[in-house]
T-cell receptor, first 115, second 115 residues
Framework: NAGVMQNPRHLVRRRGQEARLRCSPM?????VYWYRQLPEEGLKFMVYLQKENIIDESGMPKERFSAEFPKEGPSILRIQQVVRGDSAAYFC?????????????FGPGTRLLVL | GNSVTQMEGPVTLSEEAFLTINCTYT??????LFWYVQYPGEGLQLLLK?????DKGSNKGFEATYRKETTSFHLEKGSVQVSDSAVYFCALTTLGSGNTGKLIFGQGTTLQVKP
């Protein structure tokens, strides 16, 4: 059973460009979470999605960031007009049921560097 | 609000030493508690978890007991190995966050084990 897949593993963008990060959950999992890890900090929740629905986006910056999880295909975290402060590791996690007691399984992360 | 506080690192130990990493939490309701481990350049892996008071989670020689009276979930291992060198994150989820399962992380504790 393949784990959570994320690509690309490393992404370099210049200021003002767009970044697209992809996440394929574990087989059988329909709940996806995105977290951001800034340098020397812990992980911070960004958004929680189920297929075709955003359930909780309370951790998402109000501007430039968006997320989707279509019926078919991976979940996408999109950052428009990137700035240097967006440089971070972005982790996706999936779970089968999305309840508070369930284990989340993490992908290897995408490390975004904004020049 | 809900939060997790971990002891500051880095923690440097010699091989076969006893390990304790302190973790305390503040949460509404009855949280589930987790320890995740992150090896260099990788994503997070679940180490152990406990979902109710007095539960003990254990895995790979690591243990942690959910103590409601002291709101703590300290991680322990009797004899560490060089291969245990990593960053350890304490985290919680709670019904108080709308049962969406989003994880709230501590800041992480870096463990370095020397031969």
């Amino acid at each position: 059973n393949a784990g959570v897949m994320q690509n690309p593993r490393h992404l370099v963008r210049r200021r003002g460009q767009e970044a697209r990060l992809r996440c394929s959950p574990m087989k059988g999992h329909s709940h996806v979470y995105w977290y951001r890890q800034l340098p020397e900090e812990g992980l911070k929740f960004m958004v929680y999605l189920q297929k075709e629905n955003i359930i909780d986006e309370s951790g998402m910056p109000k501007e430039r960031f968006s997320a989707e999880f279509p019926k078919e295909g991976p979940s996408i975290l999109r950052i428009q007009q990137v700035v240097r402060g967006d440089s971070a590791a972005y982790f996706c996690a999936s779970s089968p049921g999305g309840t508070y007691q369930e284990t989340q399984y993490f992908g290897p992360g995408t490390r975004l560097l904004v020049l | 609000g809900n939060s997790v506080t971990q002891m500051e690192g880095p923690v440097t130990l010699s091989e076969e030493a006893f390990l304790t990493i302190n973790c305390t939490y503040t949460a509404t309701g009855y949280p589930s508690l987790f320890w995740y481990v992150q090896y260099p350049g990788e994503g997070l892996q679940l180490l152990l978890k406990a979902t109710k008071a007095d539960d003990k989670g254990s895995n790979k020689g690591f243990e942690a007991t959910y103590r409601k009276e002291t709101t703590s979930f300290h991680l322990e291992k009797g004899s560490v190995q060089v291969s245990d060198s990593a960053v350890y994150f304490c985290a919680l989820t709670t019904l108080g966050s709308g049962n969406t399962g989003k994880l709230i992380f501590g800041q992480g504790t870096t463990l370095q084990v020397k031969p």
